[in-house]
C-alpha cells in the first residue's frame, strides 16, 4: 500500500521462519503483537518492488537484534534495548522501541532483506515494521475497458478484449469460471465455433512490472437454434 492506505503499489512482502505469534498487551498497533522464530533461530523479511530513491526502515521491537541489506550490500546492524513487558502505549524512543536505517539507497528491482536475529531472551522477534521511500512508487495495471458480456447462437463467432494502463508491456491470462485458459495470453481473445458448453464467464488478468490486477466477469451466452416449420429461417433461442 501507499502511504495513504488504499493505493496498490505493487511492493510484495515475504516472512519467512516465523511459526510463533503472541500477544504483547500493547495499545499500540505497532507493539501489540510479535512474531518470532523457534528459539535461536533468525526469521527475514524480504521486501521486493520498492521504488528507485532512498528510503527510511522502522523496525520495531522490545528485544530487536537486525541487520538490513538492500540488494545484496548490507546496510548495517541495528538493536533496541531489551523491554518487556512494554508501556501502554510506548514513547516511541530509537534504539529502546525501534530501529531505524536512515536515507537507504534503493534501485528499483533491488530486493529489501530485514533479518531478525535473536536477541536478550534467545528469541529473534519483531512487533512491526514501516517503510517510507522517496521516489515514483510504482502502481498496478489499471483495466480501463473490461471484457463485456455477449451472447452468440450455437456455431457463431465471439471476440473478447481489454485495455489497460500501467508500465506496459502488459501480458495477459484469459480464464473461464476461474479456470487459466491454454494459449489465451493476448488482449483479445476470440472463440470461433462457440458451443453451449463456452456459455459462462470470462475474465483476464493483466499483469505488468508492478503486479497483476484481474477485471470483472463478462458472461457469454450460447443460444441454440431452432427451426419454425412455417418459416424457411431459423431463430436462435439465447438463454
Known amino acids: 500500500m501507499l502511504p495513504d492506505g488504499k493505493t496498490a503499489c505493487g511492493v510484495s512482502l515475504t516472512a519467512s521462519n516465523f511459526p510463533g505469534a503472541y500477544g504483547n498487551g500493547s495499545t499500540e498497533p505497532m507493539y501489540a503483537k510479535y512474531i518470532y522464530p523457534p528459539e535461536g533461530q533468525s526469521g527475514t523479511m524480504t521486501l521486493n518492488g520498492l521504488p528507485t530513491g532512498t528510503c527510511s526502515v522502522y523496525a520495531y521491537s522490545f528485544d530487536g537484534n537486525f541487520t538490513l541489506t538492500v540488494g ?37 528491482g533491488e530486493s529489501m532483506v530485514l533479518t531478525v536475529l535473536p536477541g536478550h531472551d534467545g528469541y529473534a522477534v519483531i512487533s512491526g515494521l514501516q517503510i517510507t521511500c522517496s521516489g515514483s512508487w510504482p502502481t498496478l495495471p489499471s483495466i480501463t475497458v473490461p471484457p463485456q458480456s455477449q451472447a452468440v447462437c450455437v456455431g457463431g463467432r465471439v471476440t473478447f478484449s481489454v485495455a489497460a494502463t500501467g508500465a506496459a508491456p502488459w501480458s495477459y491470462q484469459w480464464t473461464f469460471n476461474g479456470t487459466n485458459i491454454a494459449g489465451a495470453t493476448n488482449s483479445i481473445y476470440t472463440i470461433n465455433n462457440a458451443q453451449t458448453s463456452a456459455a459462462g464467464t470470462y475474465a483476464v488478468v493483466v499483469t505488468d512490472s508492478s503486479g497483476s490486477t484481474t477485471s470483472s466477469g463478462a458472461t457469454l451466452s450460447v443460444g441454440s437454434f431452432a427451426v419454425w416449420v412455417s418459416e424457411p429461417m431459423g431463430i436462435c433461442n439465447i438463454p
Do not use: F
Not at 501502554?88 to 530501529?99: D, K, Q, R, V
Open 72 to 108: 545484496g550490500v548490507n546496510e548495517g546492524a541495528q538493536t533496541t534495548t531489551y523491554n518487556y513487558p512494554t508501556i501502554n502505549p510506548p514513547p516511541w524512543i530509537e534504539g529502546l522501541h525501534y530501529a531505524l536505517w536512515s536515507d537507504v539507497p534503493v534501485t528499483a
